[in-house]
């Protein structure tokens, strides 16, 4: 539950997934549930030469179980926030 919550926290913002099979795809998080999928707007494809046929994909559902990184906005990250949730996910609560 602390990732699903921490993304929560960055609807909105911009992020970047990258899948299993190499895809990463730049856009606007508009949602996240408990799985980790992942709904982004206003998309684009990161490596548009390698992937021409994704280039009029504007918006996306992926699935959470392909999901291999998400890189995060350098201002996005609240390390004390993170620091705190990890401490109180293993204490249990």
Do not use: W
């Not at 099979?21 to 408990?34: E, F, K, M, P």
């Not at 999928?37 to 390698?50: F, G, S």
């Not at 559902?61 to 995060?72: A, E």
């Amino acid at each position: 539950m602390l990732f699903f919550s921490y993304f929560k926290d960055l609807v909105g913002r911009e992020v970047t997934v990258e899948l299993k099979n190499d895809l990463a795809i730049r856009g606007t998080l508009h949602s996240v549930d408990q799985y980790l999928n992942i709904k982004l707007e206003n998309t684009r494809v990161v490596d548009q030469e390698k992937y021409p046929h994704m280039l009029s994909v504007r918006n996306c559902f992926i699935r959470g179980s392909v999901v291999r990184y998400v890189q995060l906005p350098p201002d996005g990250v609240d390390i004390e926030l993170l620091h705190d949730a990890t401490r109180r996910e293993a204490r249990g609560g």
